[in-house]
């Protein structure tokens, strides 16, 4: 069973920056995108950002301009580069890994969650 595990989070200043990682426990065949969620207490989860099988990335509309998704050439680490950070970008910020099967299935993996807190 393959697992993800973020890593980065933690308190910034308004106008800071911190980098998530996820770095999944092993290869992991018939990806379709790599990606982050968010959840900010009382709200929905929000999409963040994704980057796709051939390097196409997305990003919210909230997010665009300051973060940027990126991922090792082996595929198993996704990372977010977040900057200008806001507070109200404060949530627990979770990976995602979306696959596509051969056979049109689709699948999704999620990691724990890292709580990233922007405030003064």
């Known amino acids: 069973q393959v697992q993800l595990v973020e890593s980065g989070g933690g308190l910034v200043q308004p106008g800071g920056s911190l980098t998530l990682s996820c770095a999944a426990s092993q290869t992991i065949a018939s990806i379709y995108a790599m990606g982050w969620y968010r959840q900010a207490p009382g709200k929905e989860r929000e999409w963040v950002a994704n980057i796709r099988k051939f390097g196409h990335t997305n990003y919210g509309e909230s997010v665009k301009g300051r973060f940027a998704i990126s991922r090792d050439p082996a595929k198993t680490t996704v990372y977010l580069q977040m900057n200008s950070l806001r507070p109200e970008d404060t949530a627990v910020y979770y990976c995602?890994?979306?696959?596509?099967?051969?056979?049109?299935?689709?699948?999704?993996?999620w990691g724990q969650g890292t709580q990233v807190t922007v405030s003064s």
């Open positions: 995602y890994v979306h696959l596509h099967y051969d056979s049109g299935s689709e699948n999704a993996i």
